[in-house]
Structures are given as structure tokens and as C-alpha cells.
Nanobody, 123 residues
Framework: QVHLVESGGGLVQAGDSLRLSCVAS????????MGWFRQVAGKEREFVAG????????YHADSVKSRFTISRDNAKNTVYLEMNNLKPEDTALYYC????????????????WGQGTQVTVSS
């Protein structure tokens, strides 16, 4: 069992930066690939970025590539999403998710989810 808690969201202006954190409970964090997703009310959950268990492999959605960076610190049981040059279209509820095996862009294959942290970007 893995319990995930996100933090770091907030209200910012376009062009600003935020860093989201997701802390996992348990001693087996390094066995899980992690993903960040986002969702706007009424729309499907969208993949943002994924990272492998050891952090050596990452993948970012085209919509955030070059602006967002996913990373992890297994010693701290934490995965991060560094978000730069934020745009109004980045406004969403951001979730982290965990699954054993490799990261995926499909939200339905993740086993554990956090409660989400809201990011709102004003123009």
C-alpha cells in the first residue's frame, strides 16, 4: 500500500514557476514508477510526466516539454514536478500516481493516487 500526498499548488501569474511535491508513505517507494497527471473539471485526466523507479528515465507530454521537469528523490520518498513559464492552460488539479513496473501515459494502469493539488494560472 502506498499513500501519496501532493503539495505546492497555488495561484500564480502567467510566466511564473511552481514546484509540486508528492510524498509517498512506506519503505518501497523506489519500487514504483511515478507519474504526474492533471485534470480540468469535465475533461479527462491528462498525462503530464512520468519517471522510472530509479529516476534515470523520464518522459514529458509535448504540451509541457521544455517547461516542466519531473524528478525524484528516493531517499525522501518524494517526486517533484518543476513547472516554469506557466500558462493559463496549465490550470488544473494536479495528481501524482504510482505503479510498479514502468511509467505509463495511461491513468488507468496506476494503482495509487494522491488527492491532488490545485494549480491556477492567471493571464
Amino acid at each position: 500500500q502506498v499513500h501519496l500526498v501532493e503539495s505546492g499548488g497555488g495561484l500564480v501569474q502567467a510566466g511564473d514557476s511552481l514546484r509540486l511535491s508528492c510524498v509517498a508513505s512506506g519503505r518501497t517507494f523506489s519500487r514504483y514508477a511515478m507519474g504526474w497527471f492533471r485534470q480540468v473539471a469535465g475533461k479527462e485526466r491528462e498525462f503530464v510526466a512520468g519517471i522510472s523507479m530509479n529516476g534515470r528515465s523520464t518522459y514529458h507530454a509535448d504540451s509541457v516539454k521544455s517547461r516542466f521537469t519531473i524528478s525524484r528523490d528516493n531517499a525522501k520518498n518524494t517526486v517533484y514536478l518543476e513547472m516554469n513559464n506557466l500558462k493559463p492552460e496549465d490550470t488544473a488539479l494536479y495528481y501524482c500516481a504510482a505503479r510498479m513496473d514502468y511509467y505509463s501515459q495511461r491513468p488507468d494502469v496506476y494503482n495509487y493516487w494522491g488527492q491532488g493539488t490545485q494549480v491556477t494560472v492567471s493571464s
